[in-house]
């Protein structure tokens, strides 16, 4: 299925393997990852409930994750298949750094990231 941003870029909802998916940490915004929301997660797929696709940028070359490492987590821990198990994904095109400023912008509302962690990432997206 395809639809548009807003920004003239069409977006796809695919399904892909989550191994196929890159789960760059510096793409995640987050210290760390929250294991009690994953179990949560994974208890709520047990009574069949679904979540909204993940979020990636394709390049070209790598589908890069900027929203849903939990949600990819609970996926893969829930699945028999593990990183081999499918998952929706809602792809738009764009570059490494596009996924990271889409990740600090998303991520920024959540009071567990940090201004300075933020600001961090946002300077080494600019200079590096």
């Known amino acids: 299925m395809a639809e548009s941003n807003g920004s003239g870029n069409a977006v796809i909802i695919k399904q892909l393997r989550i191994i196929e998916i890159e789960r760059d940490l510096e793409l995640q915004p987050r210290a ?7 179990k949560e997660y ?14 990636v940028v394709w390049d070209d070359h790598h589908y890069w994750l900027w929203d849903g ?3 990819c987590a609970a996926y893969e821990q829930h699945s028999e298949q593990g990183d ?8 738009t095109r764009g570059t490494r750094r596009d996924a990271l400023l889409k990740s600090l912008a998303a991520n ?21």
């Open 32 to 38: 760390e990852q929250n294991d009690d929301l994953v």
């Open 42 to 55: 994974i208890a709520d797929l047990e009574q069949g409930d679904t979540f909204p696709p993940v979020e």
């Open 69 to 71: 490492f939990t949600r």
């Open 84 to 91: 081999l198990a499918e998952i929706e994904v809602r792809v």
């Open 108 to 128: 920024s509302k959540h009071a567990v990231v940090t201004v300075d962690f933020v600001v961090e990432r946002l300077v080494e997206s600019v200079t590096g």
